[in-house]
């Protein structure tokens, strides 16, 4: 028999991750805050549930993708939590990004009842999520990981065990790194082609294939010539992860510059109220700072 698996948080990307383990037939139990979130699943053949500690009560393995550091805490510790029912021996897998520092914390808790604890966060984006190609970033003990290492395969394509408890975190920490200043120099790019009078979409289709190329200029290059921003990946979110980024540098003591700057960008963005727009919006603070603009025109007729 299959072991039971729950799944808690179901929004862009946990909603596919898990549907993926109900195709591949693991007997599902989900929780989500809003019902309506789960309904999918439970017309999949998923059991809805009315808490995370229901969701533990029921399950081997126990999956968590939520939006922060404060909503695993309160998923894993809180008021039935998943720490109030899960029984020992039972694994716990965060595919949320959140803190290094509070993954460990997290794990140190769950150890305490025998409950293992394994961070995985993810990147390819709800796409990603939906074809199962998802790269995941894995800490943990060895033991621990080969336990859960069967269903992440599900979930992901690129599967890396980076190290210990929350060595998968700070893996998620440097891909945001990238992610944000790729996606700020692709937006300079398209940018000085703009003002030099060259068709900026054609510079991407010059610059894909070289050493220039990377998903993020497919993907969040082609957002910003249509300057469509509809999530994807949304700013609130990446500008919460950026700040993890700062936070990690400060407590280490290290200087990241181009990180920093890239904060600063996203810091804008949500102050200017544009938090649910895709993190390739970061394109219109640049367009402020450079006093040229990607924006279509288009004449009346």
């Avoid at 799944?7 to 862009?12: T, V």
């Avoid at 009560?57 to 909503?71: E, G, K, M, Q, T």
């Avoid at 695993?72 to 720490?83: D, F, K, P, R, T």
């Avoid at 939906?130 to 992440?152: E, F, H, R, S």
């Amino acid at each position: 028999m299959k072991q039971q698996i729950g799944y808690i948080g179901l929004g862009l990307m946990g909603r596919p991750a898990a549907l993926n383990l109900i195709k591949a037939g693991y007997p599902l139990n989900v929780y989500a805050r809003r019902a309506a979130m789960m309904e999918p699943l439970c017309a999949a053949g998923a059991t809805a549930c009315s808490s995370p500690a229901e969701v533990a009560a029921l399950s081997d393995i126990i999956f968590i993708n939520v939006s922060d550091s404060c909503d695993v805490e309160e998923v894993v510790l809180g008021h039935n939590g998943i720490i109030t029912t899960a029984r020992p021996g039972s694994v716990v897998v965060d595919m949320s990004t959140i803190s290094p520092a509070v993954t460990r914390n997290i794990a140190a808790r769950l150890a305490e009842r025998q409950i293992g604890m394994v961070d995985a966060p993810v990147s390819g984006g709800p796409q990603g999520a939906t074809a199962g190609t998802l790269a995941i970033m894995v800490g943990g003990t060895t033991d621990t990981v080969a336990q859960v290492w069967p269903l992440l395969e599900v979930m992901g394509g690129n599967i890396v065990h980076v190290g210990g408890h929350s060595a998968g975190q700070v893996a998620k920490a440097c891909n945001q790194i990238i992610v944000a200043q790729a996606i700020t120099a692709i937006g300079e790019a398209l940018l000085l082609a703009k003002a030099s009078g060259v068709d900026p979409g054609k510079v991407r289709q010059a610059l894909s294939g070289g050493f220039a190329d990377s998903a993020v200029l497919q993907i969040h290059g082609q957002r910003m010539l249509d300057y469509l921003f509809e999530p994807g990946f949304k700013t609130k979110l990446h500008h919460k992860d950026m700040h993890i980024v700062q936070e990690s540098a400060a407590a280490l003591g290290i200087t990241l510059p181009g990180a920093t700057q890239a904060t600063h960008y996203l810091d804008t963005l949500m102050a200017e109220g544009d938090s649910e727009l895709d993190s390739s919006a970061m394109l219109k603070v640049l367009e402020q700072v450079a006093g040229t603009s990607l924006k279509p025109t288009h004449t009346q007729g």
